[in-house]
């Protein structure tokens, strides 16, 4: 009996696989590497020193996902297949719409069909759109997304808890990101974003490691401390091991439960930037840009659900955080591309 990793080659897939393969679960990815390279599971298993097959299917083709189910036979699926660039879902909604919430549907119906009930998916931060106060709770109104692709997220998480009231057998946990940077602390795997990044973190590293030549900080007029955008910042390690919690309570528990994965601290762009250049050991060069549309002022969880009931908390902190990213970044300055 294994956990299927959907997405797994991906930057926070390639994390929960290591913290799974450490815990001692069997896994096996899923991906069809349209945002990832299948060196990034090579490298999970040149940190763990185990094995895992890794399938390349698309999570629309109900046939490929039938036949992986026949093989792996798995108890439980971590879902992080999915496309995420904000921008891009604005030009291409009906792409996002296809591969996030059609992708996820035909998943859900290979898993019914295989006997496997179990599910812990990737939603974000962006379901509490923009008009809830800091901190945000997992019980408070989700909604007013401002892209297609916080879209694609908010219908989701209605389709998985639609499924547990039509049949008492699923177990559903849905868990929201905040703004998950870092690397493992290996500097072998990490975020590689194809393109010029729309996250400030990959933006960041790429400057300092002079393939981009300054930062734009989008708007220094916010409502905020020092004008700048604040979010709660999550490293990478942290969130994975927070799916290790959420998959073995996912077993255990039917129904649909839904947990923030955030630190709870809010974090401005400039103080990023700061902790950035002290990791990296030079300034780095920015300038002050027009407000990016649909940003919002202040993001930041309110942690203490998945603290109580999946005994998580974040612990590395934001220099940390710097320090993981940077390594990845000046070890591997074209990602997993030689
Ligand atoms: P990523 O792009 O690195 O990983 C996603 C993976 O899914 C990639 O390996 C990609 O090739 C694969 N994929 C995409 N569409 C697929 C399809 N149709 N079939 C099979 N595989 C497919 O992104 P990530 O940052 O690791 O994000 C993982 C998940 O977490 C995504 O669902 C994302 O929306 C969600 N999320 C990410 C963030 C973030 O800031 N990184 C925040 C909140 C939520
Ligand atoms: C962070 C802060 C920007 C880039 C997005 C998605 C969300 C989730 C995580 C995932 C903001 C500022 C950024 C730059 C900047 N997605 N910034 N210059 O917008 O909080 O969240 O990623 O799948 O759904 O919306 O993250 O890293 O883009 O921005 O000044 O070049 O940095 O304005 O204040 P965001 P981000």
Redesign the pocket.
Known sequence: MAILI?????????HTCVELLNAGFDIAV???????NAESCKRVEKITGKTFPVYT????DKAGLDKVFAEVKPEAVI??????AVPESVQKPLLYYD??IA?TVTLLQAMDDAGCKCIVF?????VYGDSNPVPFKEDMTEGNTTNP?GTT?LYIERILKDLCVSDPDWHVCIL?????IGAHESGMIG?APNGIPN?LMPYITQVAVGKREKLSIYGDNYNTPDGTGVRDYIHVTDLAIGHVRAVERALKTAGAEIFNLGTGHGVSVLELVKAFEKACGKPLPYVIAERRPGDIDTSYADASRANELLNWKAERGVDKMCEDSWRWQKNNPNGYDE
């Open positions: 959907s997405g797994g080659a991906g930057f926070i897939g390639s899923l991906d069809n590497f349209c945002n990832s299917c698309d999570i629309r879902h992080f297949a999915g496309l995420k591969n996030n992708g990737s939603s974000s931060a962006t692709y997220k929201r990101y905040f703004n998950p975020e996250n």
